[in-house]
């Protein structure tokens, strides 16, 4: 229960309006995450604060790698050929206010471009890094 100045348990400074007088408090209990939640199995531990271990990448990490893909060729110093692969192959993940994504990009023959990527909370994706790798 929470006063009408925002203050739980608290009466409010002003006698005229009204205070609800109760014995106990009440408690209510949420249900727990569901099972499947409780059953993902991670390669390596989550490290708080940090960058994750790699892991395969998905359609919404390729999203973010095409949103970047011109400014990551061009910081990366890397010459595409004009049907050049651009595939995210895997990536590992930082929360922050928004989130941090490592991504290692496969080019097909010209090797692979890692990329560092901030996605705000508002979806928009901001390019820190990208450096050329021959291989992975």
Same mark, same amino acid.
């Given at each position: 229960?929470?006063?009408?100045?925002?203050?739980?348990?608290? =009466?409010?400074?002003?006698?005229?309006?009204?205070?609800?007088?109760?014995?106990?408090?009440? @408690?209510? !209990?949420?249900?727990?995450?569901?099972?499947? %939640?409780?059953?993902?199995?991670?390669?390596?531990?989550?490290?708080?604060?940090? #960058?994750?271990? =790699?892991?395969?990448?998905?359609?919404?990490?390729?999203?973010?790698? *095409? =949103?970047?893909?011109?400014?990551?060729?061009?910081?990366?110093? /890397? $010459? +595409?050929?004009?049907?050049?692969?651009? =595939?995210?192959?895997? &990536?590992?993940?930082? /929360? !922050?206010?928004?989130?941090? &994504? *490592? @991504?290692? /990009? *496969?080019?097909?023959?010209?090797? #692979?471009?890692? @990329?560092?990527? &901030? !996605?705000? $909370?508002?979806?928009?994706?901001? %390019?820190?890094?990208? /450096? &050329?790798?021959?291989? +992975?």
């Amino acid at each position: 229960i929470v006063s009408e100045s925002g203050h739980p348990w608290m =009466k409010p400074a002003s006698t005229t309006m009204p205070v609800l007088e109760i014995d106990e408090p009440k @408690i209510c !209990v949420c249900p727990g995450p569901p099972e499947e %939640l409780l059953e993902i199995e991670m390669d390596e531990p989550m490290i708080c604060g940090g #960058f994750g271990g =790699k892991r395969p990448a998905n359609a919404e990490v390729q999203a973010i790698a *095409d =949103k970047v893909k011109d400014a990551a060729v061009r910081r990366a110093n /890397v $010459l +595409l050929m004009e049907d050049a692969e651009w =595939k995210a192959v895997q &990536y590992s993940c930082q /929360v !922050v206010a928004g989130t941090n &994504y *490592d @991504i290692d /990009v *496969d080019t097909g023959n010209s090797g #692979f471009v890692n @990329i560092k990527v &901030y !996605v705000d $909370l508002e979806d928009n994706a901001e %390019l820190t890094t990208a /450096v &050329y790798k021959a291989n +992975l």
